[in-house]
């Protein structure tokens, strides 16, 4: 029994003498735990269950537990790595005193019983209390009625707990093997064993600067929405790939260049500091990488779907410009002539007044589409011999009769014979004629006419919208045409889109009620429809914007969950990085006062460390020491950041963080200084010190061209453009105005 809990106590003693260690850990467990029992216990909550939309937020919230799993195994595994290595020298000291391998190995299970106790309690415990608050955030997103019912998800709390109790017996294997043939010398050792000097590699940093080459020349060259969503996995893997050779051998090799400028390095403040920078990207080049990286998916995570939410309105609005959509879809041996579709819109009109309602706003419209791979200025309908590459070029094609195209939209436009419009959606086309698979040819009138809003814009893949004179006698003709050549029959679509006075809920099903005026459509066309042969769809607004919300309010709050993940893991990595660099600089620095180097020469190296990231910039540029010393100098009075250059990195706030980053963008003397949300992560203070900051340098010559959302980062410009869907649509010049008076005229994005 003494045994036993002489284990035990050791266990939790040397988890408490190592408390700066441990509890970043135990923090980050408890976290997971508790992110993990929340979405798991969102992804069955009943309240999705029986809203409109809440399948795809359940979906997206199970892949949110996936991807909350398979990050914790890896991060927790990553940290406690860590802690395993820290205290090698202490299992040495008790294989010294007389402990086997089995010993150490008990010791380490109970650490892994207190931890797993410990972490999984607190998180479930947390979880238990903040679940409701999660909740209510979401239905809030996902603009749900809100119930105040405490639930306690039991399969969830199971969940967590099988989890991470696989995770904790993983790790505590991996720490056995770890320690496992290592000799108790060693053990001792192991923070005193030399290390190899750090080699330039050169072929892994070309094929990192190669890699991020190639990854934004994807970015900005591909423009097919079909190509762009199969290239942007590509895209991430070569950036994550770049990062990491960029961080691991990019920055050894410029230590190594820095090393080979005899001028530069053989200083006593630069030899120092060149060198143990050298070895300590070698060994924190992964973690660095990782907080790049982790940093990059918080920004884009929070960014995308941010920009998803807020623009979902939007969205429903393009695609549904009318409360309700009717779809009658004619066969091919048997078009619906104008008769049966006067018929059709006569029962639509009785279906909705016998509901009760009226409508309004009406737009019909025919249409005929066909899809096919673009030659220049000819559409290929035949596409026997492509490739799986062409797959992403397929091209929608869809023809509208004039006459329809002007009553929805309220032109008059005019047309002769072998003359179209052409819009385009996600595509360009900058040809004088259209061509239908080399036997239609038309000129094209204008290519920039506004398309219509509705099913058009759910269309992925590059959209071509077509307006025709003599619709029904082309659509003849070119069913005809593509009936002998390849065995086609076209089919056209009669559209009846109109606004009705009902309430959303009698619409669509969006809070389970019926009936609702959607499924009493779909069943009269259904009924007459089948007499003709044709098939038909009805879809309302209020059913669809509740899927809408269903799909971008999941996304939304599990961005939002998943980036806090993320930043604490981020936060948790640099912790551990400046713990483990200031044991390792409290070492080297005893060092070397004992062979003679003064306290002064021991300063001037750690300063060194941090000019070098002020005067990057000009390393890479070439640019001699002295020239980087005479720019510093000047700038650094004028930012007033010039007692900063004698302070360690801990030691700086986070405004004056701010002006060290401004101090590195103006030291290359740029042209125009490019600022993208440079407010975004400061206070109200900070604010307002750093926007000062951009008018004094502005005022001193220097253009700065600012991207942000703050009305009063704006306000301090000279002049203001709004850029909505990639175009500017408004500006506003400052003239004499004040600040005061500036903020006023702008306008919210």
């Avoid at 997971?32 to 795809?56: A, C, D, K, Q, T």
Wanted: proline share 4%.
């Amino acid at each position: 029994m003494r045994e036993k809990t002489l284990y035990a106590r050791l266990a939790w003693t040397g988890m408490r003498k190592n408390r700066r260690l441990y509890l970043p850990y135990l923090l980050s467990c408890a976290g997971m735990v508790l992110m993990f029992y929340i979405l798991m216990g969102l992804s069955g909550s009943p309240v999705l269950e029986h809203m409109s939309g809440g399948g795809s937020s359940t979906i997206i919230l199970r892949l949110g537990t996936v991807v909350i799993a398979v990050f914790a195994l890896i991060f927790l595994f990553y940290t406690h790595s860590f802690l395993i290595r820290r205290r090698e020298r202490e299992f040495g000291l008790y294989n010294v005193l007389g402990m086997g391998k089995g010993n150490i190995a008990r010791i380490l299970l109970w650490e892994t019983v207190i931890t797993y106790g410990l972490t999984t309690g607190t998180g479930l415990l947390l979880g238990m209390v903040l679940y409701k608050l999660a909740e209510l955030g979401m239905v809030r997103l996902l603009q749900v009625p809100v119930t105040y019912t405490l639930t306690v998800s039991v399969s969830s709390l199971l969940a967590a707990a099988a989890l991470f109790a696989a995770i904790h017996a993983l790790i505590l294997l991996n720490s056995l093997r770890q320690l496992h043939g290592v000799s108790a010398v060693g053990l001792l050792r192991s923070e005193s064993v030399g290390e190899k000097p750090p080699k330039a590699q050169w072929v892994l940093t070309a094929a990192g600067a190669v890699l991020l080459a190639g990854a934004y020349w994807l970015a900005v060259s591909i423009r097919e929405p079909l190509a762009a969503l199969t290239w942007f996995f590509a895209a991430v893997l070569m950036v994550i790939a770049a990062t990491y050779l960029l961080f691991i051998s990019g920055s050894v090799t410029l230590c190594r260049g820095l090393q080979r400028n005899k001028k530069y390095y053989y200083r006593p403040q630069h030899f120092v500091s060149v060198s143990s920078m050298a070895y300590r990207m070698k060994r924190n080049g992964a973690g660095l990488a990782s907080v790049c990286i982790l940093a990059t998916m918080v920004l884009v995570m929070i960014s995308s779907t941010t920009c998803l939410y807020v623009g979902q309105e939007d969205a429903v609005n393009a695609r549904y410009p009318r409360d309700m959509d009717v779809a009658v879809y004619g066969r091919s041996d048997h078009p619906l002539d104008e008769a049966e579709a006067e018929q059709l819109r006569q029962g639509v009109e009785s279906t909705v007044f016998n509901f009760g309602g009226q409508t309004s706003n009406v737009a019909t419209y025919r249409e005929i589409s066909v899809s096919g791979l673009p030659d220049g200025g000819d559409l290929r309908l035949g596409n026997a011999g492509a490739s799986a590459a062409d797959s992403t070029r397929v091209t929608q094609l869809h023809f509208l009769p004039l006459e329809d195209y002007n009553a929805a939209t309220g032109q008059s436009l005019t047309l002769n014979d072998g003359q179209v419009y052409v819009a385009a959606l996600r595509t360009d086309f900058p040809y004088d004629t259209l061509t239908v698979d080399g036997e239609w040819t038309f000129r094209v009138m204008d290519r920039d006419i506004p398309p219509l809003s509705g099913p058009f814009t759910a269309d992925i893949t590059p959209t071509l919208m077509v307006v025709i004179p003599h619709f029904t006698q082309f659509v003849q003709e070119l069913e005809d045409g593509l009936s002998e050549k390849y065995g086609w029959y076209l089919t056209a679509t009669w559209h009846y889109a109109f606004d009705t006075d009902l309430p959303e809920n009698q619409q669509g099903n969006i809070d389970g009620t019926t009936p609702n005026l959607e499924d009493a459509l779909n069943g009269y066309l259904a009924g007459v429809s089948s007499d003709w042969g044709v098939g038909v769809s009805v879809e309302s607004k209020a059913a669809n914007r509740a899927d809408f919300y269903g799909t971008y309010g999941g996304l939304f709050f599990l961005g939002i969950m998943l980036s806090i993940v993320f930043i604490f893991a981020a936060v948790a990595i640099l912790y551990y990085k400046q713990l483990s660099e200031g044991y390792e600089d409290q070492s080297r620095f005893d060092i070397m006062q004992k062979v003679g180097m003064t306290k002064v020469d021991i300063r001037r190296s750690i300063n060194s460390q941090l000019l070098t990231v002020f005067y990057l910039p000009l390393v890479l540029a070439g640019r001699p020491y002295s020239e980087m010393r005479d720019r510093l100098r000047p700038l650094a009075d004028q930012l007033g950041i010039a007692d900063l250059l004698k302070k360690y990195p801990y030691e700086v706030s986070g405004g004056q963080k701010q002006r060290a980053a401004v101090a590195r963008a103006l030291i290359t003397q740029p042209r125009p200084l490019l600022a993208d949300e440079p407010t975004g992560a400061l206070d109200s203070r900070a604010t307002d010190e750093l926007l000062t900051l951009f008018g004094d340098v502005n005022r001193r010559g220097q253009t700065i061209l600012m991207v942000t959302h703050s009305v009063k980062a704006a306000s301090r410009a000279g002049r203001v453009l709004f850029i909505k869907d990639g175009e500017v649509f408004h500006q506003v010049y400052r003239g004499d105005s004040s600040d005061a008076g500036f903020y006023q005229v702008t306008p919210t994005p």
